[in-house]
């Protein structure tokens, strides 16, 4: 066993269901953002109250879509990722910046590109066996 997480079926484990959704119905996925009943302010990832003011938050879905704000290259990853990689924040029109792993290749990015939420492996074990998937971001196409 590679230490890594597997489910009793060897399907890959799903990270990150209170940040992520993936409809059974064959609708795209989606993040989960968390919105301020009282200032608005919308925050990534779950919180119990708004930092800003204290109060309560509501679950919102996300846009799907939104801008890339900046990227990296990692070329000695941690183990259980292929090297190398790209990871990058995302601007998303609800004002919060979120950071994933991009699913685009490096000859592509672009900053301030249109990226999209999918469905991705994170993660693998050391025969390159799918273990873990989780959100990523790739190319508006």
Request: with cysteine; charged share 20%.
């Amino acid at each position: 066993m590679s230490g890594q997480p597997t489910t009793d079926t060897n399907e890959p484990v799903f990270f990150h269901p209170d940040l992520f959704v993936v409809p059974t119905d064959g609708q795209a996925p989606y993040l989960l953002g968390y919105k301020c009943e009282d200032c608005g302010k919308t925050w990534f990832p779950k919180l119990e109250i708004c930092p800003s003011c204290w109060t309560k938050l509501n679950q919102i879905k996300l846009s799907r879509t939104g801008k890339l704000y900046s990227y990296s290259f990692i070329h000695v990853g941690q183990r259980g990722i292929k090297s190398p990689y790209a990871i990058g924040y995302v601007d998303f029109p609800e004002e919060v910046r979120i950071y994933g792993q991009l699913a685009i290749p490096p000859e592509s990015l672009k900053l301030g590109m249109d990226v999209e939420v999918v469905e991705g492996v994170v993660r693998i074990d050391k025969n390159g066996v799918p273990v873990m998937k989780s959100y990523m971001f790739k190319a508006v196409e």
